[in-house]
């Protein structure tokens, strides 16, 4: 079947470009730092975030546990928000990786502000874990795919100095926060210590993500590549697929954004539906299913059978994500089906106005 998948981003698989891109790449054993490919895509992200260096890793989950642990000692703790990737679904990685612990705050959608975060730094205590790391997510996962606000992050970014914490970010989807606001990279880059990014989600590389940093931090953190066993060898493969897809891909997620505000509409148009962050601004759409109506289970085998895959988290909880594979048509067609699907079950059934 033609799936039209909504479930992630991470769905892509590499266009005919970017294969052609990786059969011509010039390898070189990248723990030797002798992969030229590698050597260029890393000048490139570094150079993007205004950042003096950078780093190759398999995944978005490595460099952010590449960058808690450089950042941190064992017995530390990091400050986060609540729902986010870091504490939520990198397996414990802060614990188990850096030994640290992470002290979680409800932000408002996935935003903290420095409200939140005021009174937060641990004193200087022999009870007491030491505070090193405010962590953020831009844009947030689990929040709808929220980009956070530019001003309120500079707060933070002022309020971690005076607190002398370093300042990290998550940016998996940087890229559709600098589409969706119009903010260049290096601008978003420039408030923090050190940024993840991931070229295997929007950006549609098979494989991989980047840490930046200073120098020094970059330095510090490939040990740390190494000690995780993310020392890959002829990588430019891979890192050919990202300097393709940062040179066609990026620009073009305007339309992922578009798209995604087709299927949210018809979520908001069906009864029995409702969106869980209502300001959908990139390409992520959570959404509630009233449990009187359908069992997800259900909505999801009724989806997959027309040719809909949409992911699921927790009781009534369902996620689409927009995407290079889905064009628009795919969206709007899948739109009609979450409305063809969810009246189907519907049917004679009382629908109350709020999901819970
Ligand atoms: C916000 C965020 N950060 C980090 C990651 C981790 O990326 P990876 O799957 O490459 O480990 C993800 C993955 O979806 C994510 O959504």
Redesign the pocket.
């Known amino acids: 079947m033609d799936w039209i998948d909504l479930r992630?981003d991470?769905v892509t698989r590499p266009t005919p470009g970017m294969r052609a891109a990786m059969l011509a790449a010039e390898v070189g054993d990248d723990v030797f730092q002798e992969d030229p490919t590698i050597k260029a895509l890393e000048e490139k992200v570094a150079s993007l975030l205004g950042k003096e260096a950078a780093v190759f890793c398999?995944?978005?989950?490595?460099s952010?546990q590449m960058s808690i642990r450089t950042h941190t000692q064992s017995a530390d703790e990091i400050i986060c928000e609540e729902s986010?990737?870091?504490f939520n679904?990198?397996a414990g990685g802060p614990a188990a990786l850096s030994g640290v612990s992470c002290r979680t705050l409800r932000g408002q959608d996935g935003v903290l502000e420095v409200h939140h975060v005021e009174g937060m730094v641990r004193p200087p205590n022999d009870h007491y874990p030491r505070t090193r790391v405010l962590c953020v997510?831009n844009?947030?996962?689990r929040c709808g795919g929220k980009v956070q606000p530019f001003e309120t992050l500079k707060s933070l970014r002022d309020w971690t100095k005076k607190n002398n914490l370093a300042f990290h970010l998550?940016g998996?989807?940087l890229w559709n926060a600098s589409i969706a606001s119009g903010i260049p990279l290096d601008q978003w880059g420039g408030l923090f210590d050190s940024v993840?990014v991931?070229f295997?989600?929007g950006l549609g590389a098979p494989v991989g993500?980047a840490l930046t940093g200073s120098k020094d931090f970059i330095h510090r953190a490939r040990r740390f590549r190494k000690l995780f066993g993310g020392g890959m060898r002829q990588a430019g493969i891979l890192a050919a697929a990202a300097i393709y897809a940062l040179d066609n891909h990026f620009q073009r997620m305007v339309e992922d954004h578009e798209n995604a505000q087709i299927f949210a509409r018809a979520v908001r148009e069906t009864p029995g539906l409702e969106i869980d962050h209502p300001t959908v601004e990139t390409n992520i759409i959570w959404f509630r299913v009233d449990s009187a109506v359908v069992q997800v289970p259900q909505m999801v085998a009724a989806f997959k059978a027309e040719g809909v895959l949409i992911h699921t988290s927790g009781l009534n909880l369902m996620r689409a994500v927009t995407h290079l594979d889905v064009s628009k048509a795919q969206v709007a067609k899948a739109a009609g089906i979450v409305k063809k699907v969810v009246s189907g079950f519907t049917h004679g059934k009382k629908i109350s106005s709020k999901v819970g």
């Open positions: 992630s991470t398999p995944s978005g989950t490595m952010n986010c990737h870091i679904w990198e997510e844009t947030h996962n998550d998996a989807r993840s991931c295997s989600k993500s």
